[in-house]
């Protein structure tokens, strides 16, 4: 019971961190427009879906009530059949269950907001499909671009290699060794084109715009106070959690007493079999009833139902920790990712440098255009290198954004 206790002021504290959180962030998700309308109409069906559902879910403890019309024949007399009509009105409601139907209004509002919570993880995820695509898409355009300039500097190192060898001054090996390296940088740009292909079909799939055509989105580093309150998975957790809670104080209240009204409105024909001046052909009739189950069973209902939310308690707690993993991994690569531009741009300035060098030494006739444009090359690489390196940038904080809820 102890840890029951200290499981039920953790989740008390983080409910009050995440919805003092949920209205911290108010960004709409413009996003979802990139996916196509058969998508976006996938999703809201479901969120209708979900909301019919938890509306019903919400009224499920009012019963019925019953319109009943009889029509009775009878032969018992011997000079006709009588037939007689009846209608009546039923109700048979309960009005107090020791808890329990405050509870089930509580547990329907909570199931709704976790599948919500899921609907929406998983139209966040399919916005981050259709943005990861797009950034690779440009991603391998930038990687295409390079891998032009590698290969131009391929043919021009066959050119002067070839020409060395034809003088005598450098062995076939080195020649070798460059026409083989030219054949691989082209097989590697026809990878590139293959994978582009793929993507192309792939975005296809999910939206009806043009790739080449959509700009990028920015996107920048959210707090972790911020991914952490408005994290979906987490948000979906805790509300199970609560659910788990409300079940459980629902299943108690099943072996508890509970009070329902019965009400019955009848008008129709006398039997003329009892005929008596005294009734009435319309009446009600209305009773209170106070019930109680004895189940051999209930302990250990109650006890599976409370152990239940113990765990749907302890999974946000593992949660907690995964979210907390999770933002910590993605700041180190981002980290990483920054060292690596900063080391792209580290060697932009020195090949600037050495193109300058090389191009006045061409003008004074020490070098010829081939290591001019050698070198021009290699300084166009090192720019496209940063580029693609701060997509590679994007792309870490795309995977935090997919996670969360209205932060695009």
Do not use: C
């Not at 002067?160 to 001054?169: N, Q, R, T, V």
């Not at 740009?189 to 043009?210: I, P, R, V």
């Amino acid at each position: 019971m102890k840890g029951s206790i200290v499981l039920k002021k953790h989740l008390f504290l983080f409910n009050l961190i995440f919805f003092a959180g949920i209205t911290s962030i108010a960004m709409a998700d413009e996003l979802a427009e990139l996916l196509s309308p058969e998508k976006r109409d996938l999703f809201k069906y479901q969120e209708s879906y979900n909301d019919l559902q938890s509306d019903k879910l919400k009224k499920s403890w009012v019963n019925p009530v019953r319109l009943q019309y009889r029509k009775n024949y009878t032969t018992q007399f011997r000079e006709r059949t009588v037939d007689t009509t009846n209608y009546s009105v039923v109700v048979d409601q309960p009005i107090f269950k020791s808890g329990g139907i405050f509870y089930s209004i509580k547990y329907a509002d909570a199931l709704r907001g976790a599948t919500a919570a899921e609907i929406k993880l998983r139209k966040r995820e399919m916005i981050g499909m259709v943005v990861r695509i797009l950034f690779e898409f440009k991603k391998i355009r930038l990687q295409q671009q390079k891998m032009g300039l590698l290969i131009k500097n391929d043919e021009i190192d066959i050119k002067l290699k070839s020409d060395s060898f034809e003088a005598g001054i450098l062995d076939s090996s080195f020649l070798d060794q460059a026409i083989i390296k030219r054949n691989g940088d082209e097989t590697e740009s026809l990878a590139l084109e293959l994978q582009l292909e793929k993507l192309k079909n792939d975005f296809a799939f999910l939206s009806d715009k043009n790739p080449d055509k959509l700009p990028l989105p920015m996107l920048k580093l959210i707090s972790e106070k911020e991914y952490k309150s408005e994290h979906l998975v987490l948000r979906s957790d805790t509300l199970h959690a609560r659910e788990k809670q409300y079940l459980s104080k629902m299943t108690w209240s099943q072996y508890l007493p509970e009070v329902s009204v019965q009400g019955q409105y009848i008008k129709g024909d006398l039997n003329p079999l009892f005929a008596n001046p005294s009734l009435r052909d319309e009446y009600t009739n209305y009773s209170v009833t106070v019930s109680m189950p004895l189940n051999i069973n209930s302990l250990t209902d109650v006890e599976a139902a409370q152990i239940a939310y113990m765990e749907a308690a302890t999974q946000v707690i593992d949660q907690e920790k995964r979210v907390d993993l999770e933002y910590k991994t993605i700041l180190n690569n981002l980290r990483i990712i920054n060292k690596k531009i900063a080391l792209d741009h580290k060697d932009e300035k020195l090949y600037e440098r050495l193109y300058l060098v090389i191009k006045n030494l061409e003008a004074a006739g020490e070098k010829t255009s081939y290591e001019t444009k050698l070198m021009h090359n290699s300084l166009e690489t090192k720019k496209l290198d940063q580029q693609i390196h701060k997509i590679d940038k994007q792309l870490q904080l795309l995977s935090l954004y997919i996670k969360v809820s209205d932060v695009f």
